[in-house]
């Protein structure tokens, strides 16, 4: 969107009444065909506008999109959206943010889509995804850390997710280890964290985070569950995704004055892991034993039969019972 465009739609906005052609290219400078040419553009964005003869503009309602304007107009972040690429398809929005990240793009740049084509999930697995009823997105980070250090991203943004969600639906979700967000035992959202490194040094950091927001039924894949599923109401997906820039925001900034001790006394507050017996599958070993903590790098520690402690650092896990 360009500035004039924002600047018809600030004008819009902040006159909630009908407003006439006169009164914008007054205020804006413009001719009042050029306003004209905005409205319609902001129109072909997506924004209901009424144009009415003699009394002129009035913004009905605004797109259900996550657009970048909407997203980060007054936004209280330094960093996180900051810049933000929007499209409605991308394969994954994953492979834009390297592809971003390896220009030099700034970290806190964030690349949204409405829907992607070849979504992925950890292990490989596909992720779902439903136009306009989700959110999708990731983000570019340049930490200064070793990458043994990256694993803690993923419970830094689980950390977020929950936080956001409660703040805007008052839903309190669980975490279960490594990165699900869950809701009534079902998944709600999940992080992938992926890593651009060498042996001593991260060059870059992607997150990418998928929440099911308002997803209807029929638009779930068992076992997964939406906002809309539980509460039976449409959430503003602008609202959760700004709350989630500035909660990831202030968790990153945290993270490099002081460390991860926080994220960590907060990511064990909204587990439902530790404490449980739990089944850990990965590649080509099984193991069973009490999710007894995590340590100060996200693993977890697993507490096995033989009384001995084995540090996790990945696979899959279900609960015992
Ligand atoms: C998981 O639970 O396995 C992680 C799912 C991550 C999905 C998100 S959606 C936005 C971003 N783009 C992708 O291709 N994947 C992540």
């Given at each position: 969107?360009?500035?004039?465009?924002?600047?018809?739609?600030?004008?819009?906005?902040?006159?909630?009444?009908?407003?006439?052609g006169?009164?914008?290219?007054?205020?804006?400078?413009?001719?009042?065909?050029?306003?004209?040419?905005?409205?319609?553009e902001?129109?072909?964005?997506?924004?209901?506008?009424e144009?009415?003869?003699?009394?002129?503009?009035?913004?009905?309602?605004?797109?259900?999109?996550?657009?970048?304007?909407?997203?980060?107009?007054?936004?209280?972040?330094?960093?996180?959206?900051?810049?933000?690429?929007?499209?409605?398809?991308?394969?994954?929005?994953?492979?834009?943010?390297?592809?971003?990240?390896?220009?030099?793009?700034?970290?806190?740049?964030?690349?949204?889509a409405?829907?992607?084509?070849?979504?992925?999930?950890?292990?490989?697995?596909?992720?779902?995804?439903?136009?306009?009823?989700?959110?999708?997105?990731?983000?570019?980070?340049?930490?200064?850390?070793?990458?043994?250090?990256?694993?803690?991203?993923?419970?830094?943004?689980?950390?977020?997710?929950?936080?956001?969600?409660?703040?805007?639906?008052?839903?309190?979700?669980?975490?279960?280890?490594?990165?699900?967000?869950?809701?009534?035992?079902?998944?709600?959202?999940?992080?992938?964290?992926?890593?651009?490194?060498?042996?001593?040094?991260?060059?870059?950091?992607?997150?990418?985070?998928?929440?099911?927001?308002?997803?209807?039924?029929?638009?779930?894949?068992?076992?997964?569950?939406?906002?809309?599923?539980?509460?039976?109401?449409?959430?503003d997906?602008?609202d959760?995704?700004?709350?989630?820039?500035?909660?990831?925001?202030?968790?990153?900034?945290?993270?490099?004055?002081?460390?991860?001790?926080?994220?960590l006394?907060?990511?064990?507050?909204?587990?439902?892991?530790?404490?449980?017996?739990?089944?850990?599958?990965?590649?080509?070993?099984v193991?069973?034993?009490?999710?007894?903590?995590?340590?100060?790098?996200?693993?977890?520690?697993?507490?096995?039969?033989?009384?001995?402690?084995?540090?996790?650092?990945?696979?899959?896990?279900?609960?015992?019972?």
């Amino acid at each position: 969107m360009d500035k004039i465009t924002e600047k018809v739609l600030f004008f819009l906005k902040k006159n909630p009444g009908y407003v006439s052609g006169e009164q914008m290219s007054h205020y804006l400078s413009i001719s009042r065909s050029a306003i004209w040419k905005h409205i319609q553009e902001l129109r072909d964005s997506g924004y209901t506008i009424e144009a009415i003869p003699h009394l002129g503009y009035r913004l009905l309602k605004l797109p259900d999109k996550l657009l970048p304007y909407e997203l980060t107009h007054n936004l209280a972040t330094k960093l996180m959206g900051k810049k933000v690429y929007y499209f409605e398809t991308v394969t994954s929005t994953m492979d834009i943010a390297h592809n971003l990240a390896k220009q030099n793009e700034p970290e806190g740049t964030v690349v949204v889509a409405e829907s992607q084509t070849k979504a992925r999930g950890r292990l490989k697995r596909k992720w779902f995804c439903w136009r306009y009823k989700g959110i999708y997105f990731s983000f570019i980070l340049r930490p200064q850390i070793h990458p043994n250090e990256a694993f803690i991203f993923n419970l830094l943004s689980s950390v977020a997710v929950v936080e956001a969600i409660k703040e805007i639906t008052d839903i309190q979700t669980e975490l279960k280890w490594p990165n699900d967000i869950i809701l009534n035992g079902k998944k709600l959202a999940g992080i992938l964290t992926e890593i651009e490194a060498e042996m001593e040094k991260v060059h870059f950091i992607i997150i990418g985070i998928g929440i099911n927001v308002n997803n209807n039924s029929q638009q779930l894949i068992e076992p997964a569950i939406s906002l809309y599923e539980y509460k039976k109401e449409i959430i503003d997906r602008l609202d959760l995704m700004r709350s989630l820039l500035i909660k990831i925001e202030e968790y990153y900034l945290l993270f490099k004055q002081k460390g991860a001790g926080f994220i960590l006394d907060r990511w064990r507050m909204y587990t439902s892991t530790l404490g449980r017996m739990v089944k850990i599958i990965q590649d080509k070993r099984v193991l069973i034993g009490l999710a007894q903590d995590v340590d100060e790098e996200g693993n977890l520690l697993l507490r096995k039969e033989t009384g001995l402690i084995e540090r996790i650092n990945a696979g899959d896990l279900f609960y015992c019972r």
